[in-house]
């Protein structure tokens, strides 16, 4: 019985296993293709509708436009305040959570304060990329880039003293570069204008009595985002 | 008698000195050690979203933080004998931290929105 050799296929089987062989191969390298532009989509911060989502390795102080500017330069934050913070990183009781060496070269003044009643927002990168907020040189936190994955600001709300009562809340925070306008709405249905400048926000209630019930954001394409706040904490219920 | 020579002036002089610096350390630096409070954990855990931690009596405070993962909202107070909420603090910040002291109070923490699986501490200080 004769038994057809490789050698001897007729010219139109070769034909037709070539092709499949290319084909194959096509497949894969569009399949690779697809592969690398997907990585390479997750890996770069993007802006969503919302904030700023991001993978491995992007930096906070590196998606903020304020420290591609000149530094505002040591001595813009007392040496006492900037011990007490570095005494504070240095306890962070996890790797997981510490926010990294205070790089003072790169400090920044935020919000300019002047006067008794006006804010001074000063910010420092961190050796891990996150970014430190001193308010009125006190030291308030560190935002990384996750603070932005929800909303393109991060927002802190303080009370001093009593709530309810004596000194206004404040609401402040970072903001990323295409915020254009930063407003609060009170409780009381008062809206009112933040101080926005350097990537940073800064607002004072009206009125002591009030709580923040909302923080509306504006983007440089128009869009306006409204962010709702929770009430006052109440560990009785 | 003859009178004292120059050296031996200098020296009581010096002696005395050292003896009202000794006596002003020990009556003031014990006072500072006992402002400056000890820190201690008050809470830890994992997630727990929604949830209110708090330290079990009521003393002087000098400051109240909670470390947790970036991007997670959290919040600290302190409330006194009668109620009253005072030193607010809330952000997703690391650590949320409230640095002021109460003369007396309880020191608050409130998990808003962490369910990462990160460990968190609550701290503050005690006498």
């Known amino acids: 019985m004769d038994m057809p050799n490789d050698n001897a296929m007729n010219p139109l089987r070769r034909l037709s296993l070539r092709s499949a062989i290319f084909g ?65 990183i240095a306890q962070a009781p996890s790797h997981d959570v510490d926010p990294g060496s205070l790089d003072l070269e790169y400090i920044h003044v935020l919000i300019a304060g002047a006067g008794d009643k006006k804010p001074r927002l000063v910010a420092v990168p961190t050796s891990k990329g996150n970014v430190c907020l001193f308010l009125n040189e006190a030291f308030t936190g560190c935002a990384g880039v996750e603070n932005f994955r929800d909303a393109p600001v991060d927002i802190s709300v303080r009370d001093v003293d009593e709530l309810g009562a004596g000194s206004p809340v404040v ?10 306008r930063v407003s609060i709405v009170d409780d009381k249905g008062t809206t009112q204008p933040a101080v926005l ?24 394409d128009g869009s306006l985002l409204k962010l709702e706040l929770p009430g006052p904490p109440n560990p009785t219920s | ?14 002696s005395r000195r050292l003896f009202v610096t000794a006596c002003l350390a020990f009556a003031l630096v014990p006072p500072a050690i006992a402002l400056a409070g000890t820190q201690f954990n008050y809470a830890q855990g994992f997630n727990g979203a929604g949830g209110f931690y708090s330290t079990s009596g009521f003393a002087p405070r000098d400051y109240n933080q909670v470390w947790h993962a970036s991007g997670y909202y959290w919040q600290v107070f302190y409330t006194d004998p009668g109620g009253t909420l ?42």
């Open chain 1, 24 to 88: 194959a191969s096509a497949v894969c390298g569009l399949l690779v293709a697809t592969a690398v532009v997907a990585s390479a989509r997750d890996d770069a911060p993007t802006r969503s509708g919302a904030g700023l989502s991001s993978a491995s390795g992007e930096r906070l102080r590196d998606v903020l436009a304020v420290f591609s500017r000149p530094a505002s330069g040591a001595g813009v934050l007392p040496s006492e305040q900037v011990g007490d913070a570095q005494a504070v």
């Open chain 1, 171 to 180: 609401v402040y925070g970072l903001a990323l570069n295409d915020v254009t």
């Open chain 1, 197 to 220: 400048a350097n990537n940073g926000f800064f607002a004072e209630l009206a009125d002591a009595r009030a709580w923040p019930a909302a923080v509306e954001v504006t983007r440089a």
């Open chain 2, 1 to 14: 008698m003859g009178e004292r020579k120059p050296w031996h002036g200098s020296m009581h002089r010096t």
């Open chain 2, 86 to 127: 005072s030193g607010l603090e809330r952000s997703s910040n690391n650590p949320t931290r409230w640095p002021g002291s109460i003369s007396y109070g309880k020191a608050w923490c409130y998990n808003e929105s962490d369910n990462s699986g990160v460990q968190w501490t609550c701290q503050t200080t005690t006498p």
